[in-house]
């Protein structure tokens, strides 16, 4: 069955990086878009960024575009999330997700994803 993992999370300064990585397993890896979003408590899950299959293509919500850098390795299952100069209000569960379909073309809604880690915590203290 699908499975998605993510680590990497932990507690951090404002200004500081962490690269979190979600494994995956049960599904062909290579064929389907992946994404991340986050969430805080009492607010809806949000997107932070996606990447096509090959990772040519990336797309970044505009509070990240410039900060973070998603990134995979096909062939580890891989999936990652480079976080730099973190904000305290980057703080949120981190959880990474796979596309309903394999799309050529990565996109930004909850719906469009099926499959959902648990997510890994980020915390910013300023």
């Known amino acids: 069955q699908v499975q998605l993992e993510e680590s990497g999370g932990g507690l951090v300064q404002a200004g500081d990086s962490l690269r979190l990585s979600c494994a995956a397993s049960g599904f062909t890896f290579n064929n389907y878009c992946m994404a991340w979003f986050r969430q805080t408590p009492g607010k809806e899950r949000e997107f932070v960024g996606g990447?096509?299959?090959?990772?040519?293509?990336?797309v970044y919500a505009d509070s990240v575009k410039g900060r973070f850098t998603i990134s995979r390795d096909n062939a580890k299952k891989t999936l990652y999330l480079q976080m730099n100069s973190l904000k305290p209000e980057d703080a949120a569960a981190y959880h990474c997700?796979?596309?309903?379909?394999?799309?050529?073309?990565?996109?930004?809604?909850?719906?469009?994803?099926?499959?959902w880690g648990q997510g890994t915590q980020v915390a910013v203290s300023s």
């Open positions: 990447i096509s299959t090959s990772g040519v293509m990336t």
């Open positions: 997700a796979k596309a309903r379909a394999p799309w050529s073309t990565v996109k930004r809604g909850r719906n469009d994803y099926d499959y």
